[in-house]
C-alpha cells in the first residue's frame, strides 16, 4: 500500500525525496500506535480465557490463533478488575 503511494506520488524506487522520507515516518510512528495498544489488548484477553498472555505473542504470527481465542467465553465469575458481566 505504501509503494503504490509513493508510485502515485511521482517517486520510484531509487528516489525517494523528503516527502516519502515523511510519509514513512508517519506510518511508521501510526503502526507503533496501533502495535502497543492491539498487543496489551490481547494480552489481556490471553489472560481472561486463563491462557499466558506471552500467548498473545504467537497470534501475530497465527492469526487464526487470535481469531479463535476471540470466540473462546472467559473465565466465569468475577476477576480483579470487575464482577462477572453475565450475571
Not at 501475530?60 to 478488575?81: K, R, S
Amino acid at each position: 500500500m505504501l509503494y503504490v503511494l509513493l508510485v502515485t506520488l511521482g517517486m520510484s524506487d531509487s528516489s525517494l525525496t523528503a516527502v516519502g522520507v515523511i510519509l514513512l515516518a508517519i506510518i511508521a510512528i501510526y503502526g507503533l500506535f496501533v502495535l502497543i495498544p492491539s498487543l496489551a489488548l490481547a494480552w489481556r484477553r490471553y489472560q481472561d480465557i486463563g491462557w499466558g498472555g506471552a500467548l498473545s505473542i504467537v497470534g501475530w504470527f497465527v492469526p487464526l490463533l487470535t481469531f479463535i481465542v476471540a470466540f473462546i467465553p472467559g473465565n466465569p465469575g468475577p476477576n480483579q478488575f470487575r464482577p462477572d458481566p453475565k450475571g
